[in-house]
């Protein structure tokens, strides 16, 4: 890992180089930039203001709508959930927007198949009870494989 760090820390220090050269930014800037940008999205950190988690994170999500907006990049409810995660992840931190949203989901209303407005009802209890989907559906999978691998022996 100490390598790998210094081989990002010589193309930092390459890229700023050069930028300087061009006469865009130096390594001073570089490195204002990073500290602006933490104390600005951090505020709970650095301000040691006392709020709760959910405040903070909803003041969190504020500063990023905030800096998109100034950027001229306009952003729907959904936009900064990764679709890319799993599909019971992904259907828990859509339901949690929704509720954020203060909206409902009525699944009944939704035209999905059986087995798929299922499997979100189970999501949307899982939500309801703190549990993470992935973890309940990991732990019990392990549970199961254990089982049967200690009936095979």
């Given at each position: ?5 210094g ?17 865009r930014?130096?390594?001073a800037?570089?490195?204002?930039g990073?500290n602006?940008?933490l ?35 306009t ?39 059986d ?39």
């Amino acid at each position: 890992m100490l390598e790998e760090l210094g081989d990002l820390l010589y193309q930092i220090e390459f890229h700023a180089a050069i930028a300087e050269q061009e006469g865009r930014f130096t390594m001073a800037d570089v490195a204002r930039g990073i500290n602006d940008k933490l104390v600005r999205r951090h505020p709970h950190v650095f301000a040691r203001e006392d709020k709760s988690i959910d405040e903070l994170v909803t003041d969190w999500e504020a500063i990023k709508r905030a800096e998109k907006r100034s950027k001229g990049v306009t952003e729907g409810p959904f936009d900064n959930i990764p679709t890319s995660s799993g599909s019971l992840s992904y259907a828990a931190a859509v339901l949690k927007k929704i509720e954020k949203l203060g909206l409902t989901r009525d699944t009944t209303a939704l035209e999905v198949p059986d087995l798929g407005r299922s499997l979100l009802d189970l999501v949307a209890e899982c939500r309801r009870r703190g549990i993470d989907p992935e973890v309940a559906l990991r732990e019990t999978t392990n549970l199961l494989r254990a089982s049967i691998e200690s009936a095979l022996d």
